[in-house]
């Protein structure tokens, strides 16, 4: 373990009356491992848990939660931990890791179950066997299932097929009671919709069955080059209503002058010869700057893992694992041009960082998970400030206040946030989030989590 990764400051440890229940995986009071599980792809907050559990079962989990409640201790649970402000670390409790529950059990024609521990690269490589996809996947392929239905899940296709939480048709869960049960629209409903972006408040969900659909062979990727952000919000909102392309997601680029450039990418799967794509008739009417755009061929499967080779290349310059205050929102499209103008003149581009911004038109009546709390105009704007900055906690405090602002913002127009960015939030913030249905997720909260043992880092029901 190199140095940066080292936060255990104490000998923090179980006392020593207390029994620990047999588990069929490994608990862990190690400090390496707890060291691991005081950090997060933020690397800003460090929470130090007392142990970490890698379960063999799901009845580890029943356990370990029963366990908690018992002695009053808290529990996270962690999947790769790639949110950016601790929101799956707990102080002086127990981690969760979920990496060790990787089973894909049935895969059949048009869904698969499996477990909350499981990549999305793992589980498309396994379905793309059999010609099928789950029809939304994150940009990065190497997110866990668990963590990512925790939060809601947005990916390129999302125009179309709403959050991957929209896609989800059952999940088996150990609620804060500690006691495992499946649920699903029609059974258990209430502790389905509490699970579902539901921040690991109510349950620890263990395994899932995805809905599938068909998957082409074959990505035609056209990068459209616009000359400034009118545009290419424009093409942005023509494109989720016609639906010609599969895939749309904007980007707002550092250039090497210092500049913000402006990107759409948009995605037409096929498979030939049996589907032929015509470009004059699916770049027609857009307003990009004509001659500028990229068109290149992948395979399906080359082309959802993109992000993937991308990291490997940040990981091999070290920037991986510089601090990233990330700020993710969802904007109101009536509000998008003004608002998001006026947070890039607040950002340096030549200090950015590698990563982009994200900014990519969604049709809301597609969402449908009552906790993936959206605007209420019918279109809205994912935009997502992936920042990397310098390793220095002033650099880094600086970012998290300027997040805060410019959360305030977004708020102030209607606007809402969604929860794996960098910033400090209230009790009071949390509930204001949630709106019409904050009594709704308390309700969840008492009835499925009534020691309030589950995922303090979100920081939503008060400690
Ligand atoms: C490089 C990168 C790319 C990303 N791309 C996308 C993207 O395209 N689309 C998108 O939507 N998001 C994206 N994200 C954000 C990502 O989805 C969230 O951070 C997600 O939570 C990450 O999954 P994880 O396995 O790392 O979860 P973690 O960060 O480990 O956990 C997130 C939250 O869920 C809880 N949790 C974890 N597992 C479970 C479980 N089994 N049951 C209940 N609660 C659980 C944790 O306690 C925590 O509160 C990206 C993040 C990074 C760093």
């Known amino acids: 373990m190199s140095e940066e990764f080292s936060y255990v400051t104490g000998q923090a440890s179980l006392p020593a009356h207390i029994h620990l229940p047999q588990f069929s995986g490994i608990f862990s009071t190690q400090e390496t491992a707890r060291s691991v599980a005081a950090d997060d792809f933020g690397h800003y907050v460090h929470r130090l848990p007392l142990a970490v559990l890698q379960p063999g079962s799901f009845d580890d989990i029943v356990r370990v939660v029963q366990f908690a409640r018992q002695h009053g201790l808290k529990i996270a649970p962690r999947g790769q931990s790639h949110s950016t402000h ?93 006691k495992l049960e499946t649920c699903s629209p029609n059974h258990q409903p209430e502790l389905f919709a509490a699970v579902l972006a539901g921040l690991g408040q109510c349950g620890i969900l263990v395994k899932a069955t995805l809905r599938l659909i068909p998957a082409k062979n074959d990505a035609r990727v056209f990068h459209l080059f616009y000359s400034d952000l009118a545009a290419l919000i424009h093409d942005d909102k023509t494109l989720i209503r016609d639906g010609r392309f599969d895939y749309v997601q904007g980007y707002v680029l550092p250039t090497p002058r210092g500049e913000w450039s402006y990107v759409l990418e948009v995605v037409s799967f096929y498979t030939p010869p049996a589907d032929q794509l015509d470009n004059a008739r699916l770049l027609g009417g857009l307003n990009f700057m004509a001659g500028t755009e990229q068109i290149e061929e992948r395979s399906y499967f080359n ?125 009071t913030d949390w509930e204001r989030h949630f709106g019409l249905v904050w009594e709704q997720f308390l309700h969840a909260k008492q009835r499925f989590d009534p020691d309030n043992v589950l995922t303090p880092g979100q920081g939503i029901f008060p400690i």
Not at 325 to 334: I, N
Not at 352 to 369: D, H, I, M, T
Not at 382 to 410: G, M, W, Y
Request: hydrophobic residues 40%; aromatic residues 6%.
């Open 86 to 178: 601790g929101q799956a670390q707990v102080e002086g409790g127990i981690i969760i890791d979920t990496a060790s529950l990787n089973t894909i059990h049935a895969l059949h024609t048009d869904r698969v179950d499996v477990e909350a521990g499981v990549l999305w690269s793992t589980l498309l490589r396994t379905t793309l066997e059999q010609g099928l996809t789950p029809p939304v996947l994150p940009d990065y392929l190497d997110l866990s299932i668990g963590g990512t239905l925790a939060v809601g899940g947005i990916g390129g296709t999302s125009y179309r097929y709403g959050a991957i939480v929209d896609n989800v048709l059952e999940l088996q869960v150990v609620t804060g009671e500690g």
């Open 303 to 427: 082309f959802s893992k993109r992000v993937v080779a991308q990291a490997a290349v940040l990981k091999e310059k070290r920037v991986w694992h510089h601090p990233h205050p990330w700020l993710d929102m969802f904007v109101p499209a009536s509000e998008v041009e003004h608002y998001v103008s006026a947070a890039l003149t607040d950002i340096s581009p030549s200090d950015f960082g590698l990563l982009p911004v994200l900014l990519s038109a969604l049709n809301a009546s597609c969402f449908r998970s009552p906790l993936l709390r959206l605007p209420t105009e019918e279109t809205v704007f994912a935009f997502d400030i992936l920042r990397t900055v310098t390793p220095n906690p002033e650099v880094v405090a600086k970012a998290v206040a300027h997040n805060r602002q410019l959360f305030e913002r977004n708020r102030a127009l209607g606007g809402t946030h969604y929860p794996i960015s960098t910033i400090d939030l209230s009790h």
